[in-house]
């Protein structure tokens, strides 16, 4: 990009790794840039340093000051109206104005978002609910990002931080819930999410070296590997029994799944769209929401937080 063009950058701020995109008008990437974050003693200074460094390269060194604006999308809470960040699993902030400090830093306009927050919007952009006044987006990584869109806008909550349906308590703790990283028991994604089908493979095919991470038990799902088919079939049905209780709750028109493990498509969404119908309140008398994956992949974070500018 020449020196003086203004750009909107969109940042995605991941556990071990940032994702800095340039996007146009119309949310196309221009240039991407990924940086692993700095190991050991995860301080905002650092992190910050490294952000500042992964914006100005994605830009060819052009001034700060002289972009549109930059997207931060990050795993955590966000209070949008309070303009803090209150908490993120795998970063340092606490409880802190991070956007802020950052525009200041860099001189130029900064917003910061939830990264399920900023998926929805690349999907109602760009992707798969283009066009439509509501949704549900589910996003399963490590864990369940999510959000909802009403009337066309995200639903952002009294303190700007809804969404998070992977901590919805679904097994209560006094019949056996999952101690989930938040500290809770039983929460949703325990049982539905990346961490979910490496328990679930260690559970039952202790024996199987190979299927260690996501990944691993996707290409195997995919060649047709019995375990990790059914490890998909059990991840699937919790989707399916979670949405149930979503779709009761919001009555959306379109259900949407991103996030890596949503790369096995329908081996996880068929099981999905089979405890779906079973149960979701009054399924023969309604309309289902169709069940589809997310279409803008792993950067949508990254764009979405650069469209928000
Ligand atoms: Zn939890």
Redesign the pocket.
């Known amino acids: 990009m020449h020196a003086g063009a203004r750009a909107r950058v969109g940042v995605d701020v991941g556990g071990t790794k940032v994702l800095a995109v340039v996007v146009d008008e119309g949310g196309v990437v221009r240039r991407r840039l990924q940086t692993a974050l700095p190991a050991g003693e995860r301080t905002p200074a650092v992190l910050e340093e490294t952000l500042t460094r992964a914006v100005r390269d994605v830009v060819d060194r052009v001034a700060l000051s002289s972009l549109e604006g930059v997207g931060l999308s990050l795993a955590g809470l966000v209070d949008t109206q309070a303009d803090r960040v209150r908490y993120c699993t795998h970063l340092p902030w606490r409880d802190d104005p991070v956007r802020a400090r950052l525009a200041a830093r860099w001189g130029t306009r900064v917003v910061v978002e939830n990264d399920a927050t900023c998926a929805a919007v690349a999907e109602h952009r760009l992707g798969a609910a283009q066009g439509l006044d509501s949704f549900v987006l589910v996003t399963l990584g490590t864990g369940i990002g999510g959000a909802l869109v009403v009337d066309g806008e995200v639903w952002r909550g009294a303190g700007g931080m809804a969404g998070e349906f992977?901590?919805a308590p679904v097994v209560p703790a006094h019949l056996g819930g999952v101690a989930?990283?938040?500290g809770?028991r039983g929460?949703w994604?325990m049982y539905c999410s990346g961490h979910a089908l490496r328990r679930w493979c260690a559970e039952h095919a202790p024996e199987r070296a190979d299927l260690r991470d996501g990944p691993e038990i996707t290409a195997a799902a995919v060649a047709g590997d019995v375990v990790a088919l059914r490890a998909f079939e059990e991840v699937g049905t919790w989707l399916g029994r979670g949405l149930a209780a979503l779709v009761a709750g919001y009555d959306p028109a379109l259900l949407v799944v991103g996030g890596g493990v949503s790369a096995a498509g329908d081996l996880l969404l068929d099981p999905a769209r089979t405890e779906l119908e079973r149960a979701t309140y009054a399924a023969r008398h309604r309309r289902l929401p169709p069940l589809v994956q997310a279409e803008c992949g792993p950067e949508a974070g990254a764009v979405g937080a650069a469209l928000l500018l």
Request: hydrophobic content about 10%; glycine content about 12%; some cysteine.
């Open positions: 992977g901590h989930c990283t938040c809770l929460c994604e």
